[in-house]
T-cell receptor, first 112, second 118 residues
Framework: GAGVSQSPSNKVTEKGKDVELRCDPI?????LYWYRQSLGQGLEFLIY????????KSGLPSDRFSAERTGGSVSTLTIQRTQQEDSAVYLC??????????FGPGTRLTVL | AQSVTQLGSHVSVSEGALVLLRCNYS??????LFWYVQYPNQGLQLLLK??????LVKGINGFEAEFKKSETSFHLTKPSAHMSDAAEYFC????????????????FGQGTILTVHP
């Protein structure tokens, strides 16, 4: 597709379960970013990929959060043992090198 | 380190009135600055960006912003509001630390919800 896509668009899970969120960046974009948007914290940076490497993981809130990127394309954000405070919209963005970031529509995660 | 402050979490204007959304930044390096708009249940869309060229930046949908280094500001304006401008607006700064790992990462303000009254 022409833009960044994310799946699922909505995810409801029970506390303690693991979830995987997927991001398909724009073809050819080397940089990929994950952000989290929540009512209390606004928009927060989570992790940055350049190719398949993650030189900046400084925004991951705990070791329950991890992310990987394969083939310089698709990225998966995994949250283990989800907690209610993980409820948020998770946004993915991609860019050519570090130019303008194009955002996906987000995945709304609700932890019951 | 970079930071962004947006003054006013909510701004309300009448249709046809001037829109002014305020943004002040803090950056230890010359900043790249951005304004994004978010419509309900959608991702962020870039309105405009400042990348150290012209200080007055024109964007989409009639919006523009002026970079003022002395005031560390990057306020967003539009001469005449339209109902379709109602959305949440985010100011962001990108810190370009050459060779640093935060290159490209955006730091956002808290957002300003714009309401347009008929």
């Amino acid at each position: 597709g022409a833009g960044v896509s994310q799946s699922p668009s909505n995810k409801v899970t029970e506390k303690g379960k693991d979830v995987e969120l997927r991001c398909d960046p724009i073809s050819g974009h080397t940089a990929l970013y994950w952000y989290r948007q929540s009512l209390g914290q606004g928009l927060e940076f989570l992790i940055y990929f350049q190719g398949n490497s993650a030189p900046d993981k400084s925004g991951l809130p705990s070791d329950r959060f991890s992310a990987e990127r394969t083939g310089g394309s698709v990225s998966t954000l995994t949250i283990q043992r989800t907690q209610q405070e993980d409820s948020a919209v998770y946004l993915c963005a991609s860019s050519l090198a570090t130019n303008e970031q194009f955002f996906g529509p987000g995945t709304r995660l609700t932890v019951l | 380190a970079q930071s962004v402050t947006q003054l006013g979490s909510h701004v309300s204007v009448s249709e046809g009135a001037l829109v002014l959304l305020r943004c002040n930044y803090s950056s230890s390096v010359p900043p790249y600055l951005f304004w994004y708009v978010q419509y309900p249940n959608q991702g962020l869309q870039l309105l405009l960006k400042y990348t150290s060229a012209a200080t007055l930046v024109k964007g989409i949908n009639g919006f523009e912003a002026e970079f003022k280094k002395s005031e560390t500001s990057f306020h967003l304006t539009k001469p005449s509001a339209h109902m379709s401008d109602a959305a949440e607006y985010f100011c962001a700064v990108r810190g370009d630390n050459a060779g640093g790992t935060s290159y490209g990462k955006l730091t956002f303000g808290q957002g300003t919800i714009l309401t347009v009254h008929p």
